[in-house]
C-alpha cells in the first residue's frame, strides 16, 4: 500500500523537494518518513507537514505510527474566513477548535449540503455532491432578482 502522505504530496502536485522546502524539513527526513522509516516526529516537522499538506497534524501522527484515525478527525475550516486555494489556519486544524478565532463562527468539517466530512481542501467543492465548501444552504436556496 503507498504511504497516504506520499499520495497526499503527489494529489497536491508536489515534488519531495517542494514538499521538504514548505514544510521546512530535510528532504532525507521526508523520504524516510514516506519510506515508512521514522514511526514519531518532533513537532516541528508534525507542523510543518501538516501546513505544507493542509491536513490536521493528528492525521500525520497516526499515519506515521500506523494506526488509523476517526472519522471526526477531518479538516475544518471558517467558513466565513477561509478562501479557497489558500492554506488553512494552523488552529482551526486543533482537535478542540470548534470557532474560528478571528470572527467566532462555527468551524465546518462537513459538506454542508450532503454531510459528507471534508479530508480535502485540494478542491472547492464537495467531492460527493459537487456543493461548493463556501456555500451555504441558504444562500443555495434564495431566488435572486432578475
Request: proline letters at 7%; charged letters at 20%.
Amino acid at each position: 500500500m503507498r504511504n497516504p502522505g506520499k499520495r497526499i504530496r503527489t494529489s497536491l502536485s508536489l515534488s519531495q523537494n517542494d514538499l521538504a522546502t514548505k514544510a521546512g524539513i530535510h528532504l532525507q527526513s521526508l523520504g524516510k518518513i514516506e519510506r515508512g522509516m521514522t514511526t514519531k516526529l518532533n513537532s516541528k516537522s508534525q507542523r510543518g507537514l501538516a501546513r505544507a499538506l493542509q491536513v490536521p497534524s493528528e492525521y500525520l501522527d497516526a499515519v506515521i505510527r500506523g494506526v488509523p484515525m476517526s472519522a471526526t478527525d477531518v479538516l475544518k475550516f471558517c467558513p466565513d474566513c477561509w478562501t479557497p486555494g489558500t492554506t488553512l489556519e494552523e488552529i482551526w486544524l486543533l482537535p478542540r477548535s470548534q470557532f474560528c478565532f478571528l470572527c467566532g463562527t462555527a468551524l465546518r468539517n462537513n459538506c454542508a449540503k450532503c454531510n459528507e466530512p471534508i479530508t480535502s481542501l485540494k478542491f472547492r467543492f464537495c467531492p460527493y455532491c459537487g456543493f461548493p465548501y463556501k456555500a451555504s444552504i441558504s444562500s443555495e436556496s434564495q431566488v435572486q432578482p432578475l
